[in-house]
């Protein structure tokens, strides 16, 4: 079974500085790849995700992420945060044997603060 | 505005109990998902449902039980044997069956039952 590992579960940061969230999967395979965000009181909503192609893939707000393969990563980043992006970031893969429709994969989450 | 509805937002039960969740689904999706959410835990997959009158267990299907008697509709059951039942619970869905599908999910806004 595949698992999904986010080393940092909270990070603080002030407004501008530039942040990097890191994610590892662990399956050899075909994967599609995903960051959700979950702000204070609202639902889970994408962030970006990553099928195939170019394996920098950039998302709402003026994030970003990079598929590694060969380091079976797919960290997320943002030249300079806000305080708006206050919220707790997940990372996701699907790589079922049964498809695309069984089901995410989700790291235990990054709860990121920003400091005005 | 097509999206998932989620019902209720806040539940509260006694211990023996059991609890039905509401989830109905407008945007014609053919899977529906649901997910535990514990602090520090990320979310965890307590069942699918690819196709109407099918589902599958996910990682954590214990004291859970389910139904899919309509494509827009999978209401989720917290019995009493569940041994931990108060968390944040999460319906989502998605587009496609098997392998037509992404895996993307389109997320509820949650309900969080808590179990006195």
């Known amino acids: 079974a595949q698992s999904v590992s986010q080393h940092n579960h909270h990070v603080i940061l002030s407004e501008a500085a530039s942040l990097e969230l890191g994610c590892n999967y662990s399956?050899?395979?075909?994967?599609?790849l995903f960051w959700y965000v979950q702000y204070p009181g609202q639902h889970l909503q994408l962030l970006l995700k990553y099928f195939s192609g170019d394996p920098l893939v950039k998302g709402i707000k003026g994030f970003e992420a990079e598929f590694i393969k060969s380091k079976f990563s797919f960290n997320l980043r943002k030249p300079s945060v806000q305080w708006s992006d206050t919220a707790e970031y997940f990372c996701?893969?699907?790589?079922?044997?049964?498809?695309?429709?069984?089901?995410?994969?989700f790291g235990k989450g990054t709860h990121l603060i920003i400091q005005p | 505005d097509g999206g998932i509805t989620q019902s209720p937002k806040y539940l509260f039960r006694k211990e023996g109990q059991n609890v039905t969740l509401s989830c109905e689904q407008n945007?014609?999706?053919?899977?529906m998902y649901w997910y535990r959410q514990d602090p520090g835990q990320g979310l965890r997959l307590i069942y699918y449902s690819q196709i109407v009158n099918d589902f599958q267990k996910g990682d954590i299907a214990e004291g859970y039980s389910v139904s899919r008697e309509k494509k827009e509709s999978f209401p989720l059951t917290v019995t009493s044997a569940q041994k931990n039942p108060t968390a944040f619970y999460l319906c989502a869905s998605s587009r496609g069956q098997g392998f037509r599908s992404t895996g993307e999910l389109f997320f509820g806004e949650g309900s969080r039952l808590t179990v006195l």
């Open positions: 399956y050899g395979g075909t994967v599609n």
């Open positions: 996701a893969v699907n790589a079922g044997s049964g498809g695309g429709a069984d089901g995410l994969t």
């Open positions: 945007l014609n999706h053919d899977a």
